[in-house]
């Protein structure tokens, strides 16, 4: 037996009238009828009782209705369902982002593609930029939002924002009430910022805004995580220079200063050309809506 067979006994079982379910299947009468008999043959069961005038359900053939229906009713789920993946419109999605992306573009592009795309599974990935490279090489994220890197041509890539470079320092340090900031204030400064191994674009962008000055960075501390950099200076051990993205969430005691001529670089949502996630592309589409961005395909 097949859902075929299933189908043919639920019209009977529905309609107990021979004529009226073989034409709900597009048949003629006496070919249905043997469909039904087969049927009964198979199970070695009644599932009929019928006369010249009645047609009714045997217990068996009630019990078998109510299972009948619900293998369909997942059959048929199973169809639309397997339908709704392939078109990116159901399933998963594997999002990879760098932690100050939660307090920029992130909010709204999940926000934003979960009302465009309510079936699809969104699993959020918080992770340092190079785990996230990695992970997207690997196949184990489907997109992500991290610095722009120039041209990776094995990535599509979409602009999403420019941050840039800001300092901060404890609220009573000698720079917290400066009028301007350039690379030679941070001479002789303690330096708290990730290491290159963890987010090599923040690290190049630090060193090239302190040479650009004369200075010769002094890396005093180098945690991984730039929420751990906040309290570090918090705590006065230091000064960094985070993306602008963080400094609307400081802790207490930390002050942000613009930077003159700081260094800008590119927020972007990446996914592998080769990718083969359906519900990829929407992601993209909804990245354009994100805010003032500037949007461009790499």
Sequence with gaps: MDTRHMRYFVALAETLHFGHAAARMNMS?????????????????????????????????????????????????????????ASGMKGELKLGFMMHAAHS?????????????PDVRLILEERIPTDIEDMLTEGKLDAAVTFGGGAAPHLHTQLLARDRLCLIVPSGHRLAEAETIGPQSLAGEKLIAAPATVAPTLRTAIGLYCAAGGVIPH????????HTIIRLVQEGLGVA????????????GVVSRALGNAPEFDVVLCAPRAGRNPAVPKLFEVAGHTGSNENKAG
């Design 241 to 252: 220079l985070i993306p602008q993205s963080l400094c609307s969430d400081l802790a207490e």
């Design 219 to 226: 890396f005093a501390f180098e945690p991984r995580l730039q």
């Design 105 to 117: 573009v992130i909010p709204a592009l999940v926000r934003l593609y979960s009302r465009a795309r």
């Design 29 to 85: 009468q006496p070919p249905f009828s043997r469909q039904i008999s087969a049927i009964e043959k198979t199970l070695g069961v009644r599932l009929f009782e019928r006369n010249s005038r009645n047609v009714a359900l045997t217990p068996a053939g009630q019990h078998f209705l109510a299972d009948c229906r619900a293998v369909l009713e997942s059959f048929d789920a199973a169809c639309r369902d397997v339908q709704l993946v």
